[in-house]
């Protein structure tokens, strides 16, 4: 991988962390309901619906690394003209 797109994807991953040790301390309450409540549904045997929650749960903390890496590499095209252009061929070649 090139430079740039390890930047976008480091700046990505290391600013949602904070975002999400920021949220998680937030809703510590809230956390805490959202734990039982998935643990009573352990419990009655709604697997489905378990799976469900928690996948649902998951997809929330695994967008938001995604989101930020666009919002960086937006930020550094306003600094480099071609910084965005650069990322996204970068990513082509990757995939």
């Known amino acids: 991988m090139k430079t740039e797109l390890l930047l976008v994807i480091m700046a990505g991953v ?7 040790v920021g949220e998680i301390a ?3 309450k ?10 009573g549904l352990w419990q009655a045997g709604k697997f489905i619906r378990f799976l469900l929650e ?3 749960i998951a997809v929330f ?3 938001q690394p995604v989101i930020i ?3 960086v590499a937006l930020a550094l ?3 480099n003209p071609g910084f965005s252009g650069m990322v996204l061929q970068q990513v082509r070649y990757v995939f």
């Open 26 to 28: 937030a809703m510590r």
């Open 61 to 63: 903390f695994l967008v």
């Open 77 to 79: 095209d306003d600094l």
């Open 14 to 20: 290391v600013l949602s962390l904070f975002l999400i």
């Open 30 to 39: 809230r956390a805490k309901r959202i734990r039982d409540r998935l643990l």
């Open 69 to 71: 890496a666009t919002l």
């Open 54 to 56: 928690t996948s649902a």
